[in-house]
T-cell receptor, first 114, second 116 residues
């Protein structure tokens, strides 16, 4: 398996524009997580899904952020409208449902909002 | 609620020297502890985990960590580092077995800088 695949790797956009980040989890994994990494706050869990259903979105910073998982092999994180303070590295991770297995992380999307 | 404190944001060390990266946690329930490593421009990779049993846990690349319940610590150690160990290291805690609806709370990371 190629691991968790995120696209794009880098995104530069202007304030006010819509941004969509994409994630393909490892095949067969039931859980998908979106994290945000910043210098100030470190790694924060934004939202996670189980079997394509959002379980906990309490980490989503505000209504400008939304996430979907239309099927088991694809998820998106959308920011609309984007703001400079959204600049961060966004990671997607997936895990299967067996006990004591770890999450596998993608390489991240570095988002810069100017 | 849980939290993780990594006491050092940066640790410089010479090649072949020993290193310890410190991690303290707080939790009101049983904890499960992890160390992840992030190489430049890469995602996070699991180094080791403590779920139960022996408090000394061995991981990949020669790293080990010791769970100390009384001091609420889970420090990461390596007796002799290599240049290739230069990376950011994250300590994380979960309040339930790593399955089901468990999620991780991460520390802010420690950058390990190994120089010749």
């Amino acid at each position: 398996d190629a691991g968790v695949i995120q696209s794009p790797r880098h995104e530069v956009t202007e304030m006010g524009q819509e941004v969509t980040l994409r994630c393909k989890p490892i095949s067969g994994h039931d859980y998908l997580f979106w994290y945000r990494q910043t210098m100030m706050r470190g790694l924060e869990l934004l939202i996670y899904f189980n079997n394509n259903v959002p379980i906990d979105d309490s980490g989503m910073p505000e209504d400008r952020f939304s996430a979907k998982m239309p099927n088991a092999s694809f998820s998106t994180l959308k920011i609309q409208p984007s703001e400079p303070r959204d600049s961060a590295v966004y990671f997607c991770a997936s895990r299967d449902n067996r006990e004591n297995t770890e999450a596998f992380f993608g390489q991240g999307t570095r988002l810069t909002v100017v | 609620a849980q939290s993780v404190t990594q006491l050092d944001s940066q640790v410089p060390v010479f090649e072949e020297a020993p290193v310890e990266l410190r991690c303290n946690y707080s939790s009101s329930v049983s904890v499960y502890l992890f160390w992840y490593v992030q190489y430049p421009n890469q995602g996070l990779q699991l180094l080791l985990k403590y779920l139960s049993g022996s408090t000394l846990v061995k991981g990949i690349n020669g790293f080990e960590a010791e769970f100390n319940k009384s001091q609420t610590s889970f420090h990461l150690r390596k007796p002799s580092v290599h240049i290739s160990d230069t990376a950011e290291y994250f300590c994380a805690v979960s309040d339930r077995p790593y399955s089901g609806y468990s999620t991780l709370t991460f520390g802010k990371g420690t950058m390990l800088l190994v120089s010749p």
